[in-house]
């Protein structure tokens, strides 16, 4: 099945500065990569995603970028605020419908 | 649409003891997920559903553990017996279609297992 690998675990920035998480996975029919945002006791919750036809997606300060033929995918954020920390989770989809999670990487801002 | 529904929020039982929770996935969800979330193993799926059949349950942990879904809108992830072990917080997550353009999962708010 899928294996998803998540660095960093754990990551610091000073607020204004920018914050990158990478992921690889190892199905390379994987063809789904969405990135979830856990606060503290809260569900976790998309805030972006990106299928396999395309090659980078923007959201505002947040970006994810996918290398198909390395098999690993990015999310960036940008001008980073104290509401940006959070775990934050990247996950792959098979060919099937189930995702496979990546462990996670909680990220501080340093005000 | 108040978004995926599970009961109870918290619960704390005593080892041995039967836990029930409770699912109701977004109406018109065809898929319905079970995960069970820990600091040392992180997400994992443990089943999942479309149109109410379980597809994939490999991932339940043992004979312990059963899921049911008798209709389109509950689902019930069932422990009997519990063990320490077992504690957890469980999330259901349910999403619109696996080949649909709006695939994507929306978690409920978890119920938070302790086991003693």
């Known amino acids: 099945g899928e294996n998803v690998e998540q660095h960093p675990s754990t990551l610091s920035v000073q607020e204004g500065d920018s914050a990158v998480i990478k992921c690889t996975y190892s199905?390379?029919?994987?063809?789904?990569f969405p990135w979830y945002k856990q606060e503290l006791g809260k569900r976790p919750q998309l805030i972006i995603d990106?299928?396999?036809?395309?090659g980078e997606k923007k959201d505002q300060r947040i970006a994810v970028t996918l290398n198909k033929t390395a098999k690993h995918f990015s999310l960036h954020i940008t001008e980073t605020q104290p509401e940006d920390s959070a775990v934050y989770f990247c996950a792959a989809r098979e060919g099937n419908e189930k995702l496979t999670f990546g462990t996670g990487t909680r990220l501080t801002i340093i005000p | 649409d108040a978004g995926v529904i599970q009961s109870p929020r918290h619960e704390v039982t005593e080892m041995g003891q039967e836990v029930t929770l409770r699912c109701k996935p977004i109406?018109?969800?065809?898929?319905l997920f079970w995960y069970r979330q820990t600091m040392m193993r992180g997400l994992e799926l443990l089943i999942y559903?479309?149109?109410?059949?379980?597809?994939?349950d490999s991932g339940m942990p043992e004979d312990r553990f059963s899921a049911k879904m008798p209709n389109a809108s509950f689902s019930t992830l069932k422990i009997q017996p519990s063990e320490p072990r077992d504690s957890a917080v469980y999330f259901c997550?349910?999403?619109?279609?696996?080949?649909?353009?709006?695939?994507?999962?929306?978690f409920g708010p978890g119920t938070r297992l302790l086991v003693l």
């Open positions: 559903f479309n149109n109410n059949v379980p597809i994939d």
């Open positions: 990106i299928r396999s036809n395309v």
């Open positions: 109406s018109g969800h065809d898929y």
């Open positions: 199905d390379s029919a994987s063809n789904y």
């Open positions: 997550a349910s999403s619109l279609g696996g080949w649909a353009d709006l695939e994507t999962q929306y």
